[in-house]
């Protein structure tokens, strides 16, 4: 039986002969699932194959919902061009992204103490100066798809269109304000961010952490993937195991408390449930 090593080389290969060097998640799913039924052996689940590779920065996500090949490996990088994935590229803050010196000098906690809050991020978003009531729709959080939505006296944080298409752009809704969600190149790594942050900011927490086990379990979909690699970088070993999963969702080992402070800063105060057990 080929090892997932394999399987993702294999799935890797296959990706390079793509015109533009991508393809969109369901194309490469049923690929995979095609060379797997031309084959005598058991083969692992795609989601085991496809998400490491894309949690550790060897495939990224485009604003098309396409994956792609980068040209090294995002996990290892500290500087700026995995900080300008989070700030959405053009967004300016006061980050010492300096690689001669942030590289050598980083560690796991520090990736994320350089993170500026979600909030601080958004508030650079363009301002939505329409009326409440021509939100049409609003992405469910506990089903993560769009459901019809009517406005009536009020309106809770949330992403919501106005038209369910593509090209309609997601408003957050967030306090007293309302924020376009840019349709830029990091348009994914934007709409994770802002999920999490009116995901958590209404008692849906992102994550549980176990303050014995000093293990953090992922609770809801669209963690940003950057806080995602940089949680993997506490567990190196991480890797080599296939007990990663809880669910569907990871499980991050060896976190400390330092972590959980950062993820509340960096997310929202509710974003992880302590469990002191």
């Known amino acids: 039986m080929k090892s997932n090593i394999l399987y993702q080389q294999i799935l890797l290969d296959w990706l390079s002969n793509q015109p533009q060097q991508k393809a969109s998640y369901q194309t ?40 792609f090949l980068l040209p090294s490996q995002s996990l290892s990088l500290t500087d700026g061009r995995t900080i300008s994935s989070w700030l959405g590229g053009s967004f300016k803050f006061s980050i010492d992204t300096d690689s001669s010196t942030t590289v050598k000098n980083s560690t796991p906690l520090g990736n994320l103490q350089r993170l500026p809050k979600i909030i601080d991020v958004m508030s650079q978003f363009e301002i939505f100066d329409d009326e409440y009531y021509s939100l049409q729709y609003r992405f469910d959080e506990k089903t993560n798809k769009l459901k019809p939505y009517s406005y009536s006296d009020s309106i809770k944080n949330g992403l919501y269109k106005q038209k369910d298409v593509h090209y309609s752009p997601f408003i957050v809704v967030y306090g007293s304000k309302m924020y376009l969600l840019p349709l830029s190149d990091n ?35 669209n963690v940003p993937i950057l806080l995602t690699r940089f949680l993997l970088l506490f567990d190196p070993e991480i890797f080599l195991s296939d007990i990663c999963y809880s669910s569907g969702f990871r499980v991050f080992n060896r976190i400390p408390v330092e972590v959980i402070e950062e993820l509340q800063r960096i997310i929202h105060p509710r974003s992880v449930e302590v469990i002191y057990d």
């Open 187 to 221: 348009f994914y790594h934007l709409f994770q961010q802002c999920y999490a942050l009116v995901t958590a900011s209404v008692g849906i927490p992102m994550f549980k952490y176990s303050n014995s086990k000093m293990q953090l379990y992922q609770q809801r979909p």
């Open 28 to 67: 490469i799913r049923s690929a995979y699932e095609n060379y797997s039924s031309c084959i005598q052996d058991s083969q692992p689940k795609f989601e085991s194959i496809f998400f490491p590779l894309f949690e550790t920065g060897i495939i990224e996500c485009d604003d098309q919902n396409h994956y």
